[in-house]
């Protein structure tokens, strides 16, 4: 079982950024990703990284402005979040799955942080 423990997010305005943090500990796990989910909405991917850090991938809406890294010395996921939108309020998650290659589909990860908000102001 893997622990996954999230920091970082609040509120902060459009155009601002913010740096999510995931720390993991428990047994090994390969592939990482972010979500979201905003109120009435199904859970969003937003992007992913393999198990070596070599491959990362990104849902649309955050290309070019979100950024996925991990540091496995800390056993931890960062969410760099830039040029931030109005569009981007929701609760952010951390995952851990237990494949090899970037994964996108929430069933491909079997471990969840406890979710954080994020609000941007207009």
């Known amino acids: 079982q893997v622990q996954l423990v999230q920091s970082g997010g609040g509120l902060v305005q459009a155009g601002g950024s913010l740096r999510l943090s995931c720390a993991a500990s428990?047994?090994?796990?390969?592939?990482m990703g972010w979500f979201r989910q905003a109120p009435g909405q199904e859970r969003e991917f937003l992007a992913g990284i393999n198990w070596a850090g070599s491959r990362t991938a990104y849902g649309d809406s955050v290309k070019g402005r979100f950024t996925i890294s991990r540091d496995d010395a800390k056993n931890t996921l960062y969410l760099q979040m830039n040029s931030l939108k109005p569009e981007d309020t929701a609760v952010y998650y951390c995952s851990a799955g237990a494949g090899l290659s970037v994964a996108y589909s929430t069933t491909e990860y079997h471990s969840w942080g406890q979710g954080t908000q994020v609000t941007v102001s207009s």
């Open positions: 428990g047994r090994t796990f390969y592939v």
